[in-house]
């Protein structure tokens, strides 16, 4: 088969790094991806969101699936242009169509679709500037922190936990009057704030049925002990601890068939990724959000640990043959340190020199997310640069050896943060 991954960070990385070493796969393709992914593939210069020049790409190389990595060009209807087009007919192509994407393009259809589903969720309201004033009046009936998030994509920054109340009214203000996020946040959700533990939960659905992806745990926030700015993420690890078979089975039971019920209600023919982030509050799981995608750095410590051909999988899918597909999961443990760029997730520099990447130990895996090559050097090109990935019998021996490498690989003004996955073991 040729393949298509659409996307250029860490997660594409790995999926490319993932299918070529299937059997099915004879060319593959990244639109646009990274130093990392050009020594598994050919990069190709098409971006995301220019449905014409990647549907020309994919006539003139016979691809035939084309997986999607990042959420935009699912939001934007990638989906529905490929299927649209009748010429594109014996491409499959894996991702949600614009209707089953709004899972995470607004924050407000989500919300909807899992009270009417009886998903377990935060208590919330959405708003407009219409109805500002019964915003604040809703926010004076939750107990603090107030939880606010713009309704639309945002990248990663359209949530903001408000500890106070004057904190909550000003964000409200900045999202609804002064459209900090633009359109994204003309409607506003409000939400109860839910302490617990934090867990995503990775499911592949042809429509009908479902295979679960092993689960992961992320680091968001730049600093160690989580605090400071929400980044795209800092570090992962899979399994999770406390995520037992019995977890599973109620997550099944109360979450994810629901879901799927639900789309199918909908009339959206699902066939993709759905990524549930989930907050456990006294052994209960309660959805705090959807992504119709994988996650970055979630991927980079899930496909290490899928023993199974992914591209055979992949293919099951766009087939609607998940029900007679299963995979197998590795025992061991997957854990990844994001190295970012000094002063992520505000303001960084591009183009410093990698180095230490070559000679890393051989259960290192790095997965290039921002990095580009010039002239045979690799350089930093984002603001989040390399996920190292290991893969060992226990958790503790994985973190170790991810830990050792991030020392290893250097560039200047190189920051990680040193306690991804200490709070689990
Ligand atoms: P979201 O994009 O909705 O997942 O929100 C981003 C992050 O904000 C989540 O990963 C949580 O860490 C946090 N968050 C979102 N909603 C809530 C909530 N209701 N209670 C506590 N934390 C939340
Ligand atoms: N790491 C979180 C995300 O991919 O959304």
Request: include cysteine.
């Amino acid at each position: 088969m040729n393949v298509l991954i659409i996307g250029s960070g860490g997660r594409e990385h790995a999926f490319a790094w993932k299918i070529a070493q299937s059997s099915l796969c004879d060319n593959l393709y990244i639109a646009t991806g990274n130093a990392g992914t050009a020594r598994v593939g050919t990069n190709i210069a098409i971006k995301p969101t220019d449905f014409e020049g990647l549907s020309n790409f994919c006539k003139e190389n016979n691809i035939d699936l084309v997986l999607v990595g990042n959420e935009e060009p699912l939001v934007k209807g990638i989906v529905d242009y490929f299927e649209s087009d009748s010429s594109l007919e014996k491409i499959k192509i894996i991702g949600a169509n614009k209707k089953g994407a709004q899972l995470e393009g607004s924050k407000d259809f989500a919300k909807n679709f899992m009270i009417k589903n009886n998903i377990p969720t935060a208590k919330s309201e959405t708003f407009t500037k219409e109805s500002i004033q019964k915003a604040k009046e809703y926010i004076e009936t939750l107990s603090i922190p107030v939880v606010l998030k713009a309704d639309g994509l945002a990248a990663g920054k359209g949530v903001v936990i408000a500890h106070s109340k004057e904190e909550a009214n000003k964000t409200l203000d900045e999202m609804l009057l002064d459209e900090k996020f633009g359109e994204a946040s003309s409607k506003v959700v409000i939400e109860e704030f839910l302490d617990g533990i934090e867990v995503s939960l990775f499911v592949l659905t042809d429509g009908k049925d479902y295979v679960l992806l092993p689960e992961a745990k992320d680091y968001k926030q730049i600093g160690e002990g989580n605090t400071g700015l929400n980044t795209g993420g800092m570090g992962a690890v899979s399994p999770v601890p406390f995520v037992t078979k019995e977890f599973i089975k109620n997550a099944e039971e109360t979450i994810i068939k629901p879901t799927l019920k639900g789309l199918q209600n909908e009339n959206i023919d699902y066939c993709g990724f759905i990524f549930i982030g989930l907050m456990v509050v006294k052994n209960k799981a309660y959805v705090l959000e959807y992504n119709v995608r994988m996650g970055d750095p979630e991927t980079e410590v899930v496909l290490p640990r899928i023993e199974s051909d992914f591209l055979a999988l992949l293919d099951a899918t766009s087939k609607k043959e998940l029900a007679s597909h299963s995979i197998k999961i590795s025992k061991k443990a997957a854990t990844t340190i994001m190295l970012v760029s000094g002063g992520y997730p505000e303001k960084y520099q591009k183009g410093k020199l990698i180095t230490g990447n070559q000679n890393l130990p051989p259960n290192i895996i790095a997965f290039h997310a921002g990095t580009k090559e010039n002239e045979n050097q690799i350089l930093t090109n984002g603001g989040r640069v390399i996920a190292l990935t290991a893969l060992a019998n226990t958790a503790k021996e994985a973190l170790a050896a991810s830990n050792q490498a991030a020392k290893l690989v250097t560039f200047e003004g190189k920051y990680y943060r040193k306690d991804i996955g200490k709070d689990l073991f």
